[in-house]
């Protein structure tokens, strides 16, 4: 071939090869500034992800679940008062476990059981239940409450400190020492004749003292509910049946011009105590619930054909008042009774819930322990739950006195625990008013065999709970998760039904849920 025609085959070759290279090459967009506004970046969908349709996802189960655990002689924790540091661990740790696999979700811890604290205090000495003597610190230390805060949030459990405002040294406290409040504040302090000291309900600075105990828990520690009992001025007994001696802030009142009867004024006292709480703890954290567990019957009669001891006139505690006027968030009159007799659990359920009138939260005690002339024990606690069920329906709840009766009967913890089969959230609290939480972010990847789900919170601190829905086939399934754990991994298929779509929602610390976020798989 000539030269100089090759030179031209050639070049008009590789003319050609750019034409084609330049009919295939997208064009470049030219850079023009618009605004210095920046857009959010969204992720594209992949390509087997499709839009989720609208869902009605079903319902949770709630139901307030809880046990008191009593500090005070060391009848549920700790079990002695010579435990090192770790034994005391230990033994919460297994509480909490049995709790948990019962499915409870809130335990009622006693931090103060006599003046004293099962927590780092200023203002109320160690307890000598905790370490043996009054003002002891444990060794090595560490704070009893916030261990037991953190465990129980841990394990998807709420935390109520439950203390008692006016006694101030129980018969097995131990000597009073100069730790002791009895001796840093005398005056208001009266021996009963049972050995017990208690203090003066209607003196101002017991009040005041008790209130800025209140305050302190609330303001440092990341609690759930303040819980007070059914111990206001004391029951007769303790005092060889004599009338309680508060001469003093009875004279001075009178000197005043007081023209209340003495069992009036005892009671106004009370009231004017219960409503300040209540306030109190709202103005310092507003989620915090406050929580009463009176005596169960407030006078005899109340229902028709009810005997027994009547609050009302001997502890000097109206507690039908404070239920009344909604100065709390929820109510747990100590049902201690069978269902049949001069105490009827059901009669006495019905009763108090009829006098609701501010629809608070109404969460009976159980006697789980201790329920006389029962021959059952287990079966009666059973069919109290159902009662409870039955008449407070959507709202239901019981707190079961104490966790002896559980940990140490297996066949009422076996019973109960056979009640209580699946988790529940508890019930919503909607006149606290929160801001709801964000949608939670979820993510969801898939192997040939597997899914594997992530998901979190835009406001991660703000999230007690998650819920996840599961849909096998045509068939949703519910699953309530600790706050800590935020993935799963799912097989593709599940008794022959394929996995086809999953959601989250979060749960704030009172049960509030959030938006769900879904997707299609």
Request: proline share 6%; hydrophobic share 35%.
């Amino acid at each position: 071939m000539n030269f100089t025609f090759a030179k031209a085959i050639s070049a008009l070759f590789l003319f050609l090869l750019f034409v084609a290279s330049c009919a295939t090459k997208k064009p470049v967009a030219k850079s023009i500034k618009k605004s210095t506004t920046t857009k959010p970046v969204t992720t594209p969908k992949t390509e087997t992800e499709k839009p989720v349709a609208k869902l009605a996802l079903p319902e949770v189960n709630r139901e307030f679940r809880a046990a008191w655990i009593a500090t005070v002689a060391n009848i549920n924790w700790p079990s002695k008062n010579s435990l090192s540091t770790q034994q005391q661990k230990d033994e919460a740790i297994k509480i909490l476990d049995l709790l948990k696999e019962a499915n409870f979700n809130a335990v009622i811890f006693q931090a103060r059981p006599s003046a004293d604290a099962m927590y780092r205090s200023v203002l109320e000495p160690w307890s000598y239940f905790l370490t043996g003597a009054i003002g002891k610190a444990p060794t090595p230390f560490y704070d009893p409450l916030e261990f037991w805060i953190k465990e129980s949030h841990e394990r998807g459990m709420e935390l109520h400190v439950w203390l008692n405002p006016y006694r101030a040294h129980h018969t097995t406290g131990g000597p009073i020492t100069a730790e002791s409040i009895v001796k840093k504040m005398p005056e208001q302090i009266i021996k009963l004749r049972n050995g017990m000291y208690w203090m003066d309900p209607s003196d101002e600075k017991t009040q005041d003292h008790t209130a800025m105990v209140i305050r302190d828990l609330v303001k440092r520690y990341d609690i759930d509910a303040i819980h007070i009992d059914d111990y206001f001025y004391p029951y007769k007994e303790y005092n060889g049946g004599k009338d309680f001696p508060d001469n003093r802030t009875w004279d001075d009142y009178l000197k005043r011009g007081g023209n209340l009867t003495r069992a009036d004024f005892r009671r106004a006292n009370v009231n004017k105590f219960i409503k300040r709480i209540h306030e109190e703890i709202k103005t310092e954290k507003s989620n915090v619930k406050f929580g009463i567990s009176p005596f169960g019957i407030w006078k005899p009669g109340f229902p028709e054909g009810i005997k027994g001891t009547s609050q009302y006139d001997e502890l000097y505690a109206d507690a039908k008042l404070w239920l009344n006027q909604g100065w709390l968030d929820y109510f747990s009159p100590q049902l201690y009774w069978k269902n049949e007799g001069p105490q009827s659990f059901p009669a006495l359920l019905n009763w108090w819930e009829g006098e609701n009138t501010m629809k608070r939260h109404l969460w009976p005690g159980l006697n789980t322990i201790g329920m006389r002339e029962v021959t059952d024990r287990p079966t009666e606690i059973v069919n109290q739950i159902n009662t409870t069920r039955n008449i407070l329906k959507d709202n239901a709840g019981t707190i079961h006195y104490s966790v002896d009766g559980l940990s140490k009967n297996p066949t009422m913890y076996n019973a109960v625990k056979n009640s209580y089969q699946k988790k529940a959230l508890v019930p919503t609290t909607p006149w606290i008013k929160t801001q709801p939480l964000g949608k939670p972010i979820l993510f969801a990847e898939s192997t040939s065999i597997s899914t594997n789900l992530r998901w979190n919170s835009p406001e991660p601190a703000k999230v007690f709970q998650w819920i996840l829905y599961i849909k096998y086939g045509e068939t949703w399934e519910t699953e309530i998760i600790e706050k800590n754990l935020n993935s799963k991994i799912l097989p593709l298929s599940r008794n022959g039904k394929k996995l086809n779509m999953v959601a989250v929602k979060s749960v704030d610390r009172l049960g509030n849920e959030s938006e769900y976020e879904a997707k299609n798989l």
